[in-house]
């Protein structure tokens, strides 16, 4: 489910589409009142819908993610890894001793921190 969508212009580049690109999708995750098993339910649950967009990714994913503890991205993210895609990630360094970072880090995937700059990095986007 797309939210919000944005078209632009092709760029200007030999032979670009004539047509309109759809360039970002923002999806937004519904709150549960502490029932994690009705979140997990859900056909549109947040951490389902991401994990699609990482399957689908064949070249890049940067993310900028305050904090990780969904294990179910986590595995997505490393499985993106494997097969190939280059995968980065940036998060505050409150929390890179989570157990999903550091299996992204056991795997291999770069993981550096704000390195404790005053402030809290509180980003949560990844690009594919």
Known sequence: ?????CTREAPPVA???ATPETWFEIYFSNVY???PAVAEADPNNIDRKLVEKI???AQTIDAALHELDSDRIADALI??????????LVTETDYVD???????QHAGVPVRTDQGRNGLM???????
Not at 122 to 128: A, D, E, Q, V
């Open 1 to 5: 489910m797309c939210v919000l969508g």
């Open 98 to 104: 989570e157990i999903s970072i550091e299996q992204l």
């Open 122 to 128: 509180h980003n949560k986007f990844l690009i594919l």
């Open 15 to 17: 032979e670009a589409a």
């Open 79 to 88: 499985a993106a890894h494997q097969r190939g895609v280059r995968v980065r």
């Open 55 to 57: 399957a689908a990714a």
């Open 33 to 35: 009142s502490g029932t």
